[in-house]
């Protein structure tokens, strides 16, 4: 391995980045504040500097990952051109599961960083009413479902838990269990029927395309 040069003065984030890649390469379990510390070029003790213990490593890791994971979903939901309000926010829940799976599969290492641990959002951030991680997003998106009426108020409660549960596990299936076998078709139709679901069984019901077509 090459090591990574940094300029002076900035050695932690050197250190977090090359984490990151770490992680993109061989999982969380690679993480190792002496290897990062080589591999930047600098003492292990240099390292122990900006970082007390491999958690606290891990911890500033994790942040990036979310990071990550939140800018892949926000960009599916500027993909929503839906002008009804009941269907907009329909359409909004739905993207939020595809950037989920399409983050978890394009980036395996960082999603299973997440579950390791998994940071809170940076006090502050993007304060724009959607919710700084996954998780506030997914309970504004659900808020919004009942403002417009298609989630009755009283099954709002318990719905956040019943969507993330749903497709955080078809996330670790594809990505590391018995259905990452798939074609990409095979998986964005089985990915479709899941949010359908999940769709159906918080309203009204109704039709959508396919994510091909979405």
Known sequence: MTTSPYHHGNLREALVGVAVDVVRERGPEALVL???ARRVGVSHNAAYRHFAD??????AAAERALEALVATIRRR???VEEQDPV???RRRLMEIGVGYVEFALAEAGLFRLLFTAYPDP???AHGDGEGDDPYGMLNAALDELVEVG??????RVGADVTCWSAVHGFAVLNVEGPLRGLSADERDAALTGL???IDRGLGA???WPSLADG
């Open 195 to 197: 949010l359908l679901g």
């Open 34 to 36: 002496r290897e990062l």
């Open 150 to 155: 298609y989630l009755a108020a009283r099954d």
């Open 205 to 207: 019901g109704g039709d």
């Open 77 to 79: 939901l500027a993909r």
């Open 122 to 124: 940076p006090d502050g």
């Open 87 to 89: 269907r907009r926010a």
């Open 54 to 59: 491999r958690e606290a490593l891990v911890d």
